[in-house]
């Protein structure tokens, strides 16, 4: 009986169907490419951003290959590229129907700072968009390891803030949050993030510093001791007088 178990069961495990699926491997770019991704904005309009380029790992070039399916038109649209694609994304920021195409790369010199390419799509083609530099006050502390994403249909910019700008500087922890927009093919930019860009003095610093009851006693018992030895000047001089 026992044998005829072992043999049952294992006739049984022999029946089992064996998963024979194979995970499909994520596509390879071939040289000269380096990045690529396809988006679809709709049905039948397709954008599939590339770089390329021989030779050098920080420096090439991007292309937007843009393929219209329904109105059977393909377009390209190229430009230099500073540094390495992070990530690409597909928005509508002023809701005009048009879909723009933003290239996320980042470059290195002391930082890793980023550069955004964004072009806007058309009937008429593409219209390149010019991303804005951070100013003055919105670089303090800024070294880059920039993160985006889309959210709402705005482009949101995070980055770590650091104590300084130099070499030398630590991260203090904060985060400083911008949302891009567009209006009439310019870019719009608001501060989400709530701390401070400007160096503001205190209320204390300029506030007029209170005597403290320590300090009060003693100028009390300086003035106090003061005039008693005037006091007694005024005695000696009247007795001296007299004589």
């Given at each position: ?10 006739c049984s ?8 699926s194979v ?45 219209d399916s ?174």
């Amino acid at each position: 009986m026992l044998t005829a178990c072992i043999l049952m069961a294992g006739c049984s495990d022999d029946k089992k169907p064996v998963n024979t699926s194979v995970v499909p491997k994520k596509p390879v770019v071939m040289d000269p490419f380096r990045y690529h991704k396809r988006i679809e904005v709709s049905p039948g309009q397709d954008y599939d951003v590339l770089s390329w380029g021989r030779g050098s790992k920080i420096a090439g070039a991007f292309e937007i290959l843009h393929s219209d399916s329904s109105s059977v038109k393909f377009t390209t649209t190229t430009g230099d590229l500073d540094g390495v694609i992070v990530d690409s994304y597909n928005s509508d920021m002023d809701l005009d129907g048009n879909p723009e195409i933003l290239i996320q790369a980042k470059g290195r010199d002391t930082i890793n700072y980023a550069n955004i390419y964004a072009f806007e799509f058309s009937n008429s083609g593409a219209h390149k968009l010019d991303f804005p530099k951070l100013t003055k006050s919105q670089r303090v502390g800024y070294r880059g390891d920039d993160n985006f994403y889309i959210k709402e249909g705005k482009l949101v910019r995070e980055f770590p803030i650091y104590n300084g700008n130099t070499k030398t500087a630590k991260p203090t922890g904060a985060k400083r949050q911008f949302e891009y927009g567009l209006r009439n093919n310019e870019f719009t930019i608001k501060q989400l993030s709530k701390d401070s860009t400007t160096n503001k003095t205190t209320s204390a610093a300029t506030a007029p510093t209170k005597a403290s009851n320590s300090d009060k006693k003693e100028s009390t018992s300086k003035k106090s001791k003061t005039h008693k030895e005037e006091h007694h000047k005024k005695k000696k001089r009247r007795h001296r007088s007299e004589e």
